[in-house]
């Protein structure tokens, strides 16, 4: 993986050619980074865009017109090396397209780009999917990124709440693995405020949709600090963290997921919420990650 970075009068952002993965994001005149660093005892992986599928597969397969295929957990763009089509100071344009590997699992030809700008005190990230082909294109995409939680020296993960711009509902959470009960407890029946607790992660992840915020902070009591992300046009958010480790992930989602007992969730054409892109066409959206202090 080769990694690149950008910069503006405020940020610096690096990021690596391996699924345009995030790799640092940092003021210019601190040392603190709000990208989750990978660190052997810990979660291991980099932040990665999950593409043409989110979530996992039964037995790691999908039946499409009767062929059934191989898919791993979140689609194969997290091991692809992406190439650079575009590259400024404070911006950057990965690309990845079809080739031999991915027509055997995914049997379309596609373009999917990232592109990665710092405005001001933020850093957008624009995805696009591309179908050059001529039939529709199935697909799901979204981000992965890992957010450093606790950020300072003496905090603690529990310091920490996710804060949403528009009450969410329990009855929206469609991913949750532990007794509901936990999450229950912590932000009641409805809520804007969900404080932390490694507690809410023992068994897996949470996942929102629909998701009702157009923006969500996690925010530390403690200290001020954290990383806002903004949500408008995304179908689900997802949440997630490995007990006991140093991270957040906070996740954007476009497409269909994975729900607890939902029936024929191997049959991609039956997956619910799955983007059919027309040929020829170009499906886009945005989103924004800005790190407070």
């Not at 949403?164 to 009641?188: K, N």
Request: proline share 7%.
């Amino acid at each position: 993986m080769k990694i690149y970075q950008i910069e503006n009068e405020n940020l610096l952002f690096r990021s690596g050619t391996l699924c345009g993965e995030h790799v640092s994001l940092r003021y210019r005149d601190e040392d603190i980074d709000y990208i989750w660093q990978p660190r052997p005892g810990h979660w291991e992986h980099g932040s990665f865009v999950c593409f043409p599928l989110m979530g996992r597969l039964p037995e790691g397969s999908y039946e499409l017109d009767g062929q059934r295929y191989g898919m791993p957990m979140h689609g194969f763009a997290q091991s692809k090396e992406f190439r650079v089509v575009c590259r400024e100071a404070d911006s950057i344009t990965y690309e990845l397209r079809e080739d031999a590997e991915t027509m055997a699992a995914y049997p379309f030809p596609f373009a999917l780009r990232l592109r990665y700008t710092l405005k001001g005190s933020a850093l957008e990230i624009v995805y696009e999917v591309e179908n050059p082909g001529d039939a529709p294109l199935p697909f799901s995409v979204g981000g992965h990124p890992g957010f450093t939680c606790p950020l300072l020296p003496g905090e603690e993960f529990s310091d920490y709440e996710l804060v949403f711009s528009e009450e969410e509902r329990l009855s929206d959470v469609v991913t949750f693995y532990s007794p509901i009960e936990v999450l229950e407890r912590a932000m009641g029946k409805a809520g804007r405020v969900l404080p932390l607790s490694y507690d809410l992660f023992r068994d897996g992840s949470i996942c929102f949709r629909p998701v009702r915020s157009d923006a969500v902070t996690l925010h530390s009591r403690r200290s001020g600090r954290g990383v806002r992300l903004s949500l408008t046009g995304a179908d689900c958010f997802q949440i997630w963290t490995a007990p006991g480790s140093p991270f957040l992930c906070m996740e954007a989602w476009h497409g269909a997921i994975t729900r607890r007992g939902w029936a024929e969730q191997d049959v991609w054409r039956k997956r619910e919420g799955t983007i059919l892109l027309p040929p020829g066409e170009v499906w886009r959206c945005s989103h924004t990650v800005e790190p407070l202090r």
